[in-house]
């Protein structure tokens, strides 16, 4: 069992920034690939950006691409989503993911992320 803790969330002006973090507990994290998420209100949950704890591989999707860096820092078991230039549109509630199979995919319970215009 994973348990996964975010924090960092807030509220933030169009152009600023914030650090998500996630704190993840549990045996063999190396084997998880690490996900964030993001649900806005009246929308489905969106996929936001990936890495694997065991490698430096990263992936994001187009709306955040250039702006949103994900990172991790294993000797803490922690994930980090540090968010640039932030928008309107990035409003929503984060959500951390672990992922190793059907069977074993893990939930935070998500942190609110407002940015005002």
């Known amino acids: 069992q994973v348990h996964l803790v975010e924090s960092g969330g807030g509220l933030v002006q169009a152009g600023g920034s914030l650090r998500l973090s996630c704190a993840a507990s549990g045996p063999t994290l190396s084997r998880y690939l690490m996900n964030w998420f993001r649900q806005a209100p009246g929308k489905e949950r969106e996929f936001v950006a990936k890495?694997?704890?065991?490698?430096?591989?990263?992936y994001y999707a187009d709306s955040v691409k250039g702006r949103f860096t994900v990172s991790r820092d294993n000797a803490k078991n922690t994930v980090y989503l540090q968010m640039n230039s932030l928008k309107p549109e990035d409003t929503a509630v984060y959500y951390c993911?672990?992922?190793?199979?059907?069977?074993?995919?893990?939930w935070g319970q998500g942190t609110q992320v407002t940015v005002s215009t």
């Open positions: 993911n672990a992922y190793y199979s059907k069977d074993e995919n893990y």
């Open positions: 890495i694997w704890w065991s490698g430096a591989a990263t």
